[in-house]
């Protein structure tokens, strides 16, 4: 049985990360940042919630003193 994948709209990607909409569009044209795609579903942008998850966890090792 395949794995369920759960969706966050953008709105709440911004609230996620306390940022703004024109912030998010920023993240999604810096190829270097490797911020999850969105997904488009009736107009609508929508991101991968376990690639959000990955993405949060790339940062924080990124950031962790040696």
């Not at 049985?1 to 044209?29: A, G, N």
């Not at 376990?50 to 990124?62: I, S």
Request: aromatic residues 12%; glycine residues 2%.
């Amino acid at each position: 049985m395949p794995e369920k994948r759960f969706f966050l709209p953008d709105r709440k990607v911004c609230e996620r990360y306390s940022v703004s909409p024109m912030t998010l569009w920023r993240w999604d044209h810096d190829a270097t940042l490797n911020f999850p795609r969105p997904i488009r579903i009736r107009g609508r942008k929508y991101r991968d919630l376990r690639e959000l998850d990955t993405f949060d966890t790339t940062q924080a090792v990124m950031k962790s003193p040696e």
